[in-house]
């Protein structure tokens, strides 16, 4: 009996985190809407850090904070010693600092987290975050479906990257849906905001991610590899029977000469930044240039539009180096966690790698899918790192009912 009671209390314990999780992406994403101005994101990310800290106050203790810290420093130690040795300004520190607080009690929350908690979590959180979504829309005049068929990108002050931004996140958060029937909704809807913005990036990262989770959903089923070569064979016949579409297709979305964009290129300019970003980097190849020196300066780039470039550019090879720990740490813990986990977990680094190629920066919590991206890598880390002071826990929870 007491060992019942014991097992009752943990399922508690850990169901309260899974909601907790829940109503932070529901802040993070659907909240995102409401306070549309970058700035103003901040003050989401605050009320997430709020919410997972005052709901797991309990399990704050001084090893799940230093382990949180300790992730959590290994991307942001480089590239905040090289904004000290390039005085960057003062609000890249306070980024830092918001990035911190937010991977500590992201990572205290899912230490107490067992397998598939985060999946269904995020997949709860589908149908609020969706109407959120439509009723903002409605409340701000978002005449998403005016901007996709006059090609308007800015409608209503909104910036069309921002709104990808948005869209894309909607649409993971779509892919796990709970229950199955939100998915359809949820992914669509995610997609029209996409479309609206004509966030080429965003579409990439949405159809690499929606192939990420189709291949490894298929890999759970029996008959998993024959599902895989029959997509497989019919894309082919697809791209076969229509050449001229896809290539115009594909040839539009990685078009780095738009020649509404030109700068130097007379195109997108992405080349010519890219090569500005890089031969920043090489006057400081190990600790970077330091963050933020370009926002107020007559430099006529002051950002890189690839997430590794940026980082690079930031933080030196340090600051990189830190990032792909961060990434490796986040990915072992994914390989020792459920399948359905592993699902949502590089469905979603597929989706921020492929956007990172054109855009966003490394590490940052100013957008809806890097705090999407972060939550989850936290969250993993924290339930598989965490788990000797979870054991710990629950024996002495145990001990305590055999008294």
Sequence with gaps: MDGKRCSLIRDLDMGR?????????ILAVGGSFAWIQPQHYFIVVAFVVVLLTASNLRDFGPARMAGGLAIALTCTLPIFVSGLLNQS??????????FLLFGISAYVAGSSMADND????IGASALPCLAIAISASAIFGWDLFGALLSGNRYFAGIN???????GLALSLVGLAARPLMARVPTLAFG?????????????LALLVASLCYAFLAALRLRRGTAILSICAISTFLIIAAFPDPVINALSGLFLLDDRYRGTVTGGSGRLAIWSF???RWAESPLFGSGPGLLYNSSSKYVYSHNMIIQILSDGGLLGLLGLLVFVGAFCVALFRSSTEDQAVGFTALAAYVSYGIFEGRAVSIGNPLSVYFFLICFLVIGSKFGSADKLRRASAWHQTFQK
Excluded: K
């Design 17 to 25: 985190s899974r909601h907790n999780v829940t109503l932070a992406m």
């Design 89 to 98: 300004p003062a609000f890249e520190y306070l980024g830092l600092l918001a």
């Design 118 to 121: 985060m999946s269904n979590a």
């Design 160 to 166: 069309p990257t921002l709104l990808g931004l948005l």
């Design 191 to 203: 997609a029209l905001i996409i479309l609206s913005a004509s966030s080429r990036s965003a579409l």
């Design 277 to 279: 970003f890089l031969d």
